[in-house]
């Protein structure tokens, strides 16, 4: 399958539409919470990622069809003093996931945080989604520990 990995233009009504599209099929996957994006949020994201500037979100598409989506948010390790990236979504639609959809989205993450200077990237997985964690151990993520004496990191959030 030919993939053709873009940035993201928020600005673009095609690329708007491609990323709220494959974001809310993610929402909708159960590896996704189950549930649609609520209506406001699909009607703000675009708008509000365009003002961030360390936001960068990149589409897979085959041919005219929007297949698979990363968004990635700049963020600062202040052990290295270096900017890192974090990969806070990666988005395969069902019929195109085992055919490196997800790799080549991960290639395009990796090169833009090359380009930014950054030390690392980091992304979040829910232990039950073994085909993602899979993949991210073959493209060389590992979990995430300062002295493996110490434990692994854990993940947690508070809402506010």
Same mark, same amino acid.
């Given at each position: 399958?030919?993939?053709?990995?873009? %940035?993201?233009?928020?600005?673009?009504?095609?690329?708007?539409?491609?990323?709220?599209?494959?974001?809310?099929?993610?929402?909708?996957?159960?590896?996704?919470?189950?549930?649609?994006?609520?209506?406001?949020?699909?009607?703000?994201?675009?708008?509000?990622?365009?003002?961030?500037?360390?936001?960068?979100?990149?589409?897979?598409?085959?041919?005219?069809?929007?297949?698979?989506?990363?968004?990635?948010?700049?963020?600062?390790?202040?052990?290295?003093?270096?900017? +890192?990236?974090?990969?806070?979504?990666?988005?395969?639609?069902?019929?195109?996931?085992?055919?490196?959809?997800? %790799?080549?989205?991960?290639?395009?993450?990796?090169?833009?945080?090359?380009?930014?200077?950054?030390?690392?990237?980091? +992304?979040?997985?829910?232990?039950?989604?073994?085909?993602? +964690?899979?993949?991210?151990?073959?493209?060389?993520?590992?979990?995430?520990?300062?002295?493996?004496?110490?434990?692994?990191?854990?993940?947690?959030?508070?809402?506010?």
């Amino acid at each position: 399958m030919s993939i053709t990995v873009l %940035r993201v233009d928020y600005q673009s009504a095609a690329h708007r539409s491609a990323l709220v599209m494959l974001l809310n099929a993610y929402a909708l996957d159960p590896m996704g919470g189950g549930t649609a994006l609520p209506q406001k949020v699909q009607d703000r994201l675009c708008d509000d990622l365009a003002v961030r500037p360390t936001a960068a979100s990149f589409i897979a598409w085959h041919g005219d069809q929007a297949v698979g989506l990363i968004n990635c948010i700049e963020g600062y390790s202040t052990f290295k003093a270096r900017p +890192l990236m974090n990969i806070h979504d990666l988005a395969v639609l069902p019929g195109h996931r085992g055919q490196g959809v997800g %790799r080549a989205l991960l290639a395009a993450a990796q090169q833009h945080a090359l380009e930014r200077g950054c030390c690392k990237l980091t +992304l979040e997985v829910l232990t039950g989604n073994v085909p993602a +964690l899979r993949s991210y151990l073959k493209f060389g993520f590992e979990a995430y520990a300062l002295d493996p004496a110490a434990g692994q990191a854990s993940f947690m959030q508070k809402w506010l």
